[in-house]
């Protein structure tokens, strides 16, 4: 809605009416301008499942995957008009995830028979099979798989309450357990800045460092059961299903602050997903209805009935213009999705009014910026290290106790961080370092906080390996670390 600000001085009162309302009109229009509908109109249907668990899409948009209790994986040409029934036939226990990779020519494949699988796509061949626990295991239900940024590892786990990793290029299938928790891990997946697998497992979410393997950071639902999660496409939000009170519950990322819910269906266990361009999520389980919300408003757009049972799965096509739906009835179904602008009712005439003469603001007056001194201090270097890359990232939090420490770092007398309150979530800088030269990084002390003195701890990673260091300075020494490019550097 726009606002619209006049200033009413020497105005006639009785003319001040007559300004408010043509105003109004005015802003109501706008905001029935901005007003729109979605619709979702069939596009195939595909029957190829007893019960459906799990659909998604290629990275091309192409083709589909779908698994079910059938313990069938079906892959469907979506520009084909003729069926290829495609059937990976493998597991002995339904299908819980999947996912594409190599560019669309391999697919992994997640089971309650405890089982990681990795399928030839044109062959439809089984490549190799990990396990997530022993055959004869009690608890050996695989519920999700993720991949690594550049497809090399894939992350596992399920009713066993632990994360496997395997290295995919390796003749090596038996995984390593990276995670365990005290409750089975219902999902998993990595965050978009590629440094954490968010990990689901009961109340909780909790984000493993992808580099160190170790968790970092823990949310907790109290009043739900964490059954899904998903990152919007610009990595700003992260979202969860709870099949315990049936909402869709949002954090901001990376800060990882709670932005909100949506009571958006029963209690049971669905999918989620952002649409490409963050304005929608999709979500299921509204009786055998999906749905689309506004993630802004946190309003409901659409809601469609079609099938005969639960939808559990659901996914955005790549182009964000089709969802790609999975029910219990044993049919997918594709839908494309669009957008129609509602028309604004006709406005009244205005009424006639005199000339308005508006009062011009007073000018502001300038206010000079505050002058920042450069600490004066003597520069300490602690040590030295090497880096197999000129572009480094470089991350700095409080490992200790938050008492309200400020600090800034420099690099080659150039200000990398200025007046930084030190907190224990990581701040993470892309810097680029000169060759042929020691590059200095300096903290230097601005405010000591409750505890002197200012204690960072730095991470820097050059793409091949993390080296932490730990820096104290205060208002007389300032520590510092020197770094050298050296592309030999193990």
């Known amino acids: 809605m726009a606002v619209i600000l006049f200033y009413v001085k020497d105005i006639p009162q009785n003319m001040q009416k007559t300004l408010f309302v043509t105003v109004l009109l005015l802003s109501c229009s706008a905001v029935w301008a901005q007003q729109t509908k979605l619709k979702a109109e069939l596009v195939k249907v595909f029957n190829d499942h007893t019960n459906v668990e799990y659909v998604t899409f290629n990275?091309?948009?192409?083709?589909?995957?779908?698994?079910?209790q059938d313990n069938l994986i079906q892959i469907n040409d979506l520009y084909n008009t003729t069926p290829t029934n495609n059937v990976l036939k493998g597991h002995t226990g339904l299908i819980n995830d999947l996912k594409f990779i190599n560019n669309d020519k391999q697919l992994l494949s997640a089971s309650n028979d405890g089982t990681l699988k990795l399928w030839d796509i044109a062959t439809q061949k089984e490549l190799k099979s990990y396990a997530n626990a022993p055959s004869y295991s009690l608890f050996k239900e695989n519920y999700f798989l993720a991949v690594s940024p550049n497809q090399q590892f894939a992350y596992f786990g399920g009713k066993n309450a632990k994360v496997n990793k395997v290295d995919l290029n390796s003749v090596n299938i038996t995984p390593k357990v990276v995670f365990a928790s005290g409750f089975h891990i219902t999902c998993g997946i990595t965050t978009p800045d590629q440094k954490y697998l968010a990990i689901g497992c009961g109340k909780d979410i909790q984000l493993m460092n992808l580099t160190t393997e170790k968790i970092d950071y823990k949310v907790t639902y109290p009043n739900g059961f964490i059954n899904d999660i998903q990152f919007s496409k610009n990595g700003k939000l992260m979202a969860a299903w709870s099949e315990g009170d049936g909402t869709i519950q949002f954090w901001e990322y990376p800060s990882l602050k709670p932005a909100g819910s949506i009571a958006a269906g029963y209690k049971s266990y669905c999918h989620i997903d952002f649409s490409k361009d963050d304005r929608w999520i999709a979500s299921a389980n509204k009786g055998n209805n999906f749905c689309i919300w506004d993630v802004a408003t946190r309003k409901l757009l659409l809601e469609m009935p079609y099938h005969k049972a639960p939808i559990t799965?659901?996914?955005?096509?790549?182009?964000?213009?089709?969802?790609?739906?999975?029910?219990?009835?044993?049919?997918?179904?594709l839908w494309k999705i669009t957008t129609e602008e509602i028309q604004a009712p006709p406005a009244p005439p205005t009424p006639p009014a005199p000339p308005v003469v508006i009062a011009a603001p007073p000018k502001p007056v300038p206010i000079p910026a505050p002058v920042v001194k450069q600490p004066t201090t003597n520069v300490v270097t602690k040590s030295t290290i090497k880096v197999a890359n000129q572009d480094v990232i470089l991350d700095v939090w409080d490992d200790e106790q938050e008492d309200g420490d400020v600090l800034s770092?420099?690099?080659?007398?150039?200000?990398?961080?200025?007046?930084?309150?030190?907190?224990?979530?990581?701040?993470?800088?892309?810097?680029?370092?000169?060759?042929?030269?020691?590059?200095l990084l300096i903290m230097h002390a601005i405010d000591l906080g409750k505890t002197p003195p200012n204690t960072a701890a730095l991470s820097i990673y050059d793409g091949k390996r993390t080296r932490l260091v730990r820096l104290s300075s205060d208002f007389k020494d300032s520590q510092a670390i020197g770094i050298v490019y050296d592309p030999n550097a193990k």
């Not at 990275?59 to 079910?68: P, V």
């Not at 739906?325 to 049919?331: A, L, T």
């Not at 420099?410 to 020691?438: F, M």
């Open 313 to 333: 799965t659901l996914q955005f096509s790549p182009d964000g213009t089709h969802l790609l739906v999975g029910s219990h009835d044993g049919s997918v179904t």
């Open 59 to 68: 990275e091309k948009g192409s083709q589909i995957a779908s698994g079910g």
């Open 409 to 439: 770092l420099v690099l080659n007398d150039q200000p990398l961080l200025e007046n930084y309150k030190l907190i224990k979530l990581r701040k993470s800088i892309k810097i680029h370092l000169e060759a042929g030269i020691t590059n």
